[in-house]
Nanobody
Framework: VQLQASGGGLVQAGDSLRLSCAAS????????MGWFRQAPGKEREFVAA????????HYPDSVKGRFTISRDNAKNTVALQMNSLKPEDTAVYYC????????????????WGQGTQVTVSS
C-alpha cells in the first residue's frame, strides 16, 4: 500500500483544515487507517484512527470533538477534518495503515505516507 498525504498549510488559530490521504492497492478497506503527527523534538503522536468499514473511529482527548476522521473505500481515501485549530496542533501530519489489531501506537502501523505540514499561528 502506498499512501500520499496532502492538504497541509498555514492557518490561524480557530481555523479549519482538511487533510486527505490517497492510497493505492485493492485491499484498502481491510486496513485500519490512522493519522499521526510529529512536532519538532517530540515523538510521533496518535491523532485519529478509523476501522475498515468506517463504523468505528478513535481519537485521543487532545483532539476529540475538534477532529473528525473519515474514509471513502470506493475512492481509497481517508480524510482528517480539523476544526478549531490551536497552535499546539502544529506538526507534520502522517497518514498510516495497519492490518493488525492495534491502532494507538506508530509501531503498530505498517505503511506510512510522506507527511504534510500543518502550521497554526496564534
Amino acid at each position: 500500500v502506498q499512501l500520499q498525504a496532502s492538504g497541509g498549510g498555514l492557518v490561524q488559530a480557530g481555523d479549519s483544515l482538511r487533510l486527505s490521504c490517497a492510497a493505492s492497492g485493492r485491499t484498502f478497506s481491510s486496513y485500519v487507517m490512522g493519522w499521526f503527527r510529529q512536532a519538532p523534538g517530540k515523538e510521533r503522536e496518535f491523532v485519529a484512527a478509523i476501522e475498515g468499514t468506517g463504523a468505528n473511529t478513535h481519537y485521543p482527548d487532545s483532539v476529540k470533538g475538534r477532529f473528525t476522521i473519515s474514509r471513502d473505500n470506493a475512492k481509497n481515501t481517508v480524510a482528517l477534518q480539523m476544526n478549531s485549530l490551536k497552535p499546539e496542533d502544529t506538526a507534520v501530519y502522517y497518514c498510516a495503515a495497519t492490518a493488525g489489531l492495534g491502532y494507538l501506537t506508530a509501531a503498530q502501523y505498517i505503511y506510512w505516507g510522506q507527511g504534510t505540514q500543518v502550521t497554526v499561528s496564534s
